[in-house]
C-alpha cells in the first residue's frame, strides 16, 4: 500500500508553473530517488509536499496514508509524520539544538519527555553522526559549518523517526568523509525506524549503503522516466542529457 501518493500535481509560485501534473507513489519502508537538472523541480515537489506557503497548488492532490493533505498546513503535515531537512538549514540564534530537538518532539508526539530520556536518546544519536555532544548546547545552526548543519539535520531525522523523510540535497557541499557519515546516519534511520525515504540528489554516493526501490527523473516539472536501482547507475554513466535534453547536472 501507497504511504504518499502524489496525483497529477501542478504547483506554480508568483503565477509561475513549476510543476505540469507530476504522479509518484512511495510505499511504507520504501527508498526512493528523484533526480533530475538544475531548476528541474526536484526541490519544488519536496517543498509542496511538506506544504510551504510559498507553492500554491494549482491542481492534483497530495495523499498520505489514506489522508488527502493537499491543503492542510505544515505543521499538521509534520504531527502525520512528514519530515522534510534543507538544503541551506537556517540559523536560529536563542535556542539550543538540544532544546529545538526536545520541544520538536513533543509537539509532534503530544507528549512531554522526561529529559533524562530526551538526553539518552539525543546522545545515542549523536553518537551515529560522531556529533561533539557539545553541540547540543549551542544555538541551531549558529556558527555551524556547512558539513556540521547537514548532520544537525540528519540528527532530527534520527530523533524525530518520522513516517517519511524527504531528504532535500542533504549531500549538498559535504566533503567525502561527511557524505560517509551522513549516509551512516540515513542508513540507521532506515534500520531502525522503517520508515520511508525521498531522497532528492545530486550526488549518488550517498546512495551507496541503502537499497533504492524506485528512481525517478524529472526535468522542465515533469516526471520523464521511471525505473529502478539501475536508473541511478544508468544517469551515472551516461549523465541526463539522453534522457531530458538538458546536458549534465
Known amino acids: ?3 504518499l501518493t502524489i496525483k497529477n500535481l501542478s504547483v506554480e509560485i508568483e503565477e509561475t508553473e513549476l510543476l505540469h501534473g507530476v504522479s509518484m507513489e512511495v510505499g511504507s519502508g520504501e527508498t526512493h530517488v528523484l533526480m533530475g537538472p538544475n531548476g528541474a523541480g ?26 488527502d493533505i493537499t491543503g492542510e498546513s505544515p505543521d499538521k503535515r509534520a504531527k502525520r509524520g512528514i519530515f522534510l531537512s534543507f538544503q541551506n538549514p537556517v540559523e536560529i540564534p536563542g535556542i539550543t539544538l538540544s ?12 507528549q512531554r519527555m522526561k529529559l533524562w530520556d530526551f538526553k539518552k536518546q539525543l546522545h545515542a544519536a549523536m553518537d551515529v553522526l560522531q556529533m561533539d555532544a557539545a553541540y547540543a548546547d549551542r544555538d541551531l545552526n549558529v556558527g555551524f559549518s556547512g558539513g556540521e548543519k547537514k548532520k544537525a539535520e540528519i540528527l532530527q531525522l534520527l530523533m524525530l523517526k518520522p513516517r517519511l523523510a524527504i531528504l532535500d540535497e542533504t549531500d549538498s557541499g559535504l566533503d567525502v568523509d561527511a557524505v560517509r557519515t551522513v549516509s ?3 542508513a540507521a534511520y532506515r534500520e531502525r525506524c522503517g520508515g520511508s525515504l525521498l531522497i532528492i540528489t545530486h550526488n549518488t554516493k550517498i546512495l551507496e549503503a541503502l537499497q533504492i526501490d524506485r528512481a525517478h527523473i524529472i526535468a522542465d516539472g515533469k516526471i520523464v522516466k521511471e525505473g529502478g536501482a539501475e536508473l541511478v547507475a544508468e544517469i551515472n554513466e551516461h549523465g541526463f542529457e539522453h534522457l531530458t535534453g538538458k546536458g549534465a547536472i
Open 42 to 67: 526536484k526541490s519544488t515537489l519536496g517543498f509542496t509536499v511538506m506544504g510551504s506557503p510559498e507553492y500554491k497548488v494549482t491542481g492534483g492532490s497530495i495523499v498520505f496514508d489514506g489522508a
Open 99 to 110: 532544546d529545538f530537538l526536545r520541544n520538536a518532539l513533543e509537539q509532534v508526539t503530544g
Open 184 to 186: 551512516a546516519g540515513i
Open 1 to 3: 500500500m501507497a504511504l
